[in-house]
């Protein structure tokens, strides 16, 4: 076979699994919007769903946005100060935190631990014929497995942004004051003026995005398990790269139309 053959067979290949993806995609959407139709078929892996990526990360999310916080305003009552642009500091806290390195690192946070565990959990079950079984008795594995996940994942991100912001903002005054004490009057007057609508609704509309893209790469990555369990772990490494990359291409491309 000839360098040109493999090359047209790798990108018949590829646009082959474009289209496959695409339609996964549609598929998803369409089967996550129609969940809450349904009953409570599917409920509970929704709420397991959230608790694993919502509520058992709010320690290490708190911990991020409280480092964050305390940084951002250290540098910006001595630093800045130095400088005479100590008022800068609050500007800088609202952009980093609602709507910069929030949603991005709550994103990470969230792919590491959720998305590697759907992308091995679904692919435990392609493995062990779970999802044959589903498909045997007429449920459909996309709306009764995947959806639920899209939808806690997504949900549960948006709310860890609001975490987030809440920590990075508030929570890390409080540790400021144990080294290096800021009017209270000063802080928050400057903080609300500097804070915009438009700053946390940006940051929220990234954490959407976010969720949405980690929760579909992941189940994808899942259900593309084959047969050997050599591929689960794969699938999970697989999905936390892949939703890595996806995630910054997404946040630099809304950067760049929330400033242009």
């Known amino acids: 076979m000839s360098l040109l053959d493999r090359l047209g067979g790798r990108a018949i290949d590829g646009l082959r699994g474009l289209s496959y993806a695409l339609g ?23 709420v397991m769903q959230i608790l694993f990526t919502g509520f058992e990360a709010l320690p290490v999310v708190g911990v991020i946005a409280l480092a964050i916080g305390v940084a951002i305003n250290l540098i910006g009552s001595s630093v800045l100060s130095g400088f005479g642009q100590g008022q800068l500091a609050y500007t800088l806290l609202v952009i980093v935190v609602t709507k910069e390195l929030g949603p991005l690192l709550t994103a ?26 589903y498909v045997a008795v007429g449920a459909d594995p996309i709306a009764y ?7 806690g ?54 954490s959407l995005v976010f969720g949405s893209l980690i929760a579909l790469v992941s189940t994808y990555r899942g259900f593309s398990v084959a047969r050997a369990t050599t591929e689960v772990p794969v699938a999970g490494i697989r999905a936390v790269g892949s939703s890595f990359v996806l995630v910054i291409l997404a946040d630099a491309l809304i950067t760049v139309v929330a400033y242009v």
Do not use: C
């Not at 497995?145 to 939808?151: N, T």
């Not at 929570?171 to 946390?200: A, M």
């Open 108 to 133: 990470f946070v969230v792919a590491a631990r959720s998305g590697t565990a759907i992308a091995t959990e679904l692919g435990g079950m392609a493995v062990s014929h779970e999802l044959e079984a």
């Open 145 to 151: 497995l995947a959806a639920p996940r899209f939808l």
């Open 24 to 46: 996964y995609s549609a598929r998803l959407v369409i089967e996550s919007a129609r969940f809450f139709t349904r009953g409570k078929v599917g409920f509970r892996v929704l």
């Open 153 to 206: 994942v997504t949900i549960s991100i948006v709310v860890l942004d609001i975490y987030f912001n809440i920590f990075g903002i508030l929570g890390s005054f409080l540790v400021l004051q144990l080294i290096h004490p800021v009017g209270l009057v000063e802080y928050w007057s400057r903080l609300i003026e500097t804070l915009k609508p438009s700053d946390l609704v940006w940051g929220s509309l990234k």
